[in-house]
């Protein structure tokens, strides 16, 4: 009889620095590939040694966030002139790729941190401009996103949260859910109901931003604000998520996102469909690490007297999974171009998210099964990254919310005429 096979080394599941064939971006300038270098090195180096350990423990990374500082990288699409790099979305989609392939939490952090400063960039008042995106830029000051309530889902007409005026202030009243960065944010992008006399729902929304200090229970510099605790979740540990709940909370007038009430709805959806780009780019990375580390593992393992890299039905495994990762990765690029170009890009944003998600989760798996049972230790890296490709799923709008958008707009570009 045979002895046993040793297991595997899982320290083994390591990549060279230098990229692969796969996930190539044409076209960059020389700024954006030194950014890129440098933000794969820091990934290589400070992120995937100590990430699953981290995810374990649903520890948050405060040795990386700082590291990130260090970087610019909160600062990476805010304007040179409030003290950021200046960076466009198409960067900022291939960093967070970057970031993804050592860790998805950490791409969260970063993600609405960007998304609230783009709404501030692009639909803030001057005052607000000067006031907020220098100190986010630095990550002294970090954003969170809030729009989603427990009884709401994609139904944002159905918004309950309610801000009412009250002299030079409003007081907001409701429960919000799903705010990635909920207790270590200092300021938070609210969206609440004002019913100021708009024609729809959608125009009786309005985006407060509001700062406070991090922490969880009762916030001590806002009264009424309270973030309860962690949402305990299946994956995407580290990042904390979070409820919000309001009452009786008073917000000066001057905090209204853009000094004007019922452009809430149309500043939050600008806001998701960057994130959707970002959604994209995270499940990029997370399908590239899954397919490294399957084409490594594949040439390890043994099996019937040779490695399983050897079989057709892995070799057939392994070119489906390559496949995907460079169909969502392109399509992730056209997306960030399309947007960064000026025009109108739900369409491409949509594609982007629904198959970048949908071909991660299939990577992930085809990699877990590659590992076959070893997939299932916690020992192996794939298993964390199993149970982190289900939130891209429905992070940003579900498959469904993305088809509904694409298939809309798809009418629209090719209705006849009657």
Not at 60 to 74: C, D, N, R, S, W
Not at 256 to 270: A, C, N, W
Not at 326 to 332: F, G, K, N
Request: aromatic content about 8%.
């Amino acid at each position: 009889m045979e002895p046993p096979q040793p297991l595997p080394d899982p320290l083994c599941h390591t990549w060279s620095r230098t990229m692969g064939r796969l996930a190539q971006t044409d076209g960059l300038t020389e700024i954006q590939r030194d950014i890129l270098a440098t933000v794969r090195d820091f990934v290589d180096k400070e992120i995937i040694p100590v990430a699953t350990e981290l995810e374990h423990k649903d520890e948050y990374p405060t040795a990386i966030v700082e590291g990130m500082k260090q970087l610019g990288l909160f600062g990476l699409t805010i304007p040179e002139e409030f003290g950021g790099l200046g960076e466009s979305l198409l960067t900022y989609a291939l960093v967070v790729e970057e970031i993804a392939r050592g860790w998805m939490s950490v791409s969260g952090i970063v993600n609405t941190h960007f998304i609230v400063a783009h709404m501030i960039n692009a639909h803030g008042t001057q005052e607000q401009k000067e006031y907020f995106l220098p100190r986010m830029a630095t990550g002294e000051v970090r954003g969170a996103f809030s729009m989603s309530e427990p009884g709401l889902g994609s139904d944002v007409a159905a918004i309950s949260t309610k801000g009412v005026k009250d002299g030079d202030e409003y007081v907001l009243n409701g429960q919000k859910m799903w705010l990635t960065n909920g207790g270590t944010s200092t300021l938070v992008a609210v969206l609440c109901k004002t019913d100021e006399g708009g024609s729809t729902p959608y125009k009786n929304m309005t985006t407060f931003l509001i700062e406070k200090t991090p922490g969880f229970g009762p916030n001590p510099t806002v009264p009424g604000l309270t973030v309860p605790g962690k949402i305990e979740k299946m994956g995407y540990k580290g990042v904390d998520t979070t409820e919000l709940v309001l009452q009786d909370v008073r917000i000066p007038a001057n905090r209204v996102l853009g000094g004007v009430t019922g452009k809430g709805f149309y500043q939050m959806m600008d806001g998701v469909e960057v994130g959707r780009v970002n959604v994209a780019a995270r499940g990029c990375g997370v399908a590239r690490r899954a397919f490294e580390l399957g084409i490594s593992y594949a040439q390890q393992r043994s099996t019937f007297g040779k490695k399983i890299a050897e079989h057709q039905a892995i070799q057939f495994k392994l070119a489906e999974m390559a496949t995907k990762v460079e169909a969502a990765h392109q399509m992730m690029v056209m997306a960030a171009r399309k947007k960064d170009s000026g025009e109108r890009n739900d369409l491409e944003a949509g594609m982007a998210k629904y198959l970048a998600s949908e071909y991660c989760k299939e990577v992930v798996e085809d990699s877990f099964r590659i590992h076959g049972g070893y997939g299932f230790s916690k020992e192996y890296e794939i298993e964390r990254l199993y149970r982190e490709a289900p939130m891209l799923l429905i992070g940003e709008g579900t498959a469904e919310i993305q088809k509904m958008i694409v298939g809309r707009r798809l009418l629209e570009e090719y209705r006849i005429a009657e």
